[in-house]
């Protein structure tokens, strides 16, 4: 099954494809519409600010294609809010393809960016934390959060609790970094690779 | 709830591990790759791969490893040493690094921490501190080029002013590394971590003189840091890291311990 990795012209792209190739999957990294239209996986990676973010994506001309797709697309961290309808970062309009906004994390008064490990908790069905026993630590860095709502399909608290998984159709966001969160988030991008058609359908 | 984070430093020179007592006559203690994978596997949280030649001797940081690092592991890493342009922190971060850590280059240009959050986000730039408790005036001082006895040299900053400065201008995590108790194993520096937590909104990471399990407790109870930085301890194999997060747990701090099995390759 191909995947591929949306080169968003930020750095960091590395370790997310490095991540899928100890699993054994060989990822293309591109920013061709055409290439992505027809992979069977798509992954939406992303760091730095979603405003410059999305100022990239509209000159690489992705929009379109990004918001048409059919297949299982992952938004990493910075591209799952950019999955969302708004971001409170910027105050910028995103892709719009979960129904679900990104407003600054409430964190009362504890360190921010919220970086480290912090467990994540399973909240309805979520095909994606298979074979893990949830509440399971992952990695996050960000300031930014989703608030929970009905797309939330996972949520970890820091002062508030925000969505750290969320899902539309083939939609599927992780605010956390599965390619940096050992065991279990090499797990979380093995279940991306093997979501079916039923998966995506749910 | 947020884990308090256990991070095995790994000082790198001419592409191998070392550790020195007090900064000094650094002795060898391996191969990069095979403790970097050894420490991930065993549990800790985050990697510091640190050149402490870099900064004094002018030159950049061998970085044909970060690639092979970012390959092999699973947890983030930050990498340390001498870097002082964007060029280079953008090299380093397209090979994998998570995150770059910058000390003496940034008090020679404080600028730097500015252009490069504007490059990269806050959430890669991480700012080390060396300070210094000075017993005669009673104040903590950061040094510079700690890396090379010989270069080491005080700065004009108090630690809390330097600390704020840093702050201000967007680190997105802090390093405090209190060189009195560097490599001595006589307990992280308690009073100097906890006055530099209350003027620290951002991540702060204790560096400098665990010897043994208690010293971890006690920073995280006492000090209230996000996470406790340790080189010879782990080297040494004095503090075993599922060991050290067990007594952890059962005294209450959150901590990860994995119970979930590695991912299989189909």
Redesign the interface.
Known sequence: MSLVIVDTSC?????VK??F????VQPVISADATVIRNAGKVVLPG???AKAAMRNLRQLELVDTLSSLEQPVLGICLGMQLLTEWSAEGDVDCLGLIPARTVALESQG??????????VNEAGHNPLLRG??AP??C?F???YAVAPDITTIATT??GQRFASMIRSKNYFGAQF?P?????????I??NFMELSDADTRA | MLARRIIPCLDVRDGQVVKGVQFRNHEIIGDIEPLAERYALAGADELVFYDITASSDSRVVDKSWVERIARRIDIPFTVAGGISSIEQARELLAMGADKISVNSPALRDPDLINRLVDEFGQQCIVIGIDSFFDAESGRYLVYQFTGDESKSQRTRYETAEWLQQVIERGAGEIVLNCMNQDGVRQGYDIEQLKAMRAICPVPLIASGGAGNADHFEQVFRQANVDGALAASVFHKNTVVIAELKAQLHAAGIAIRQDQNAPAQVK
Not at chain 1, 21 to 24: A, D
Not at chain 1, 110 to 119: E, K
Not at chain 1, 179 to 187: D, F, K, L, Y
């Open positions: 750095a960091n792209l590395s370790s490095f991540a190739e100890r699993l054994g760091v730095g600010t504890r360190p921010l960016p919220h970086m480290g490990w912090n467990t893990i026993q399971a630590y990695y860095v960000h300031s608290d820091y970094h390619e940096r969160s050992g065991a279990v988030g090499a797990q991008l093995k």
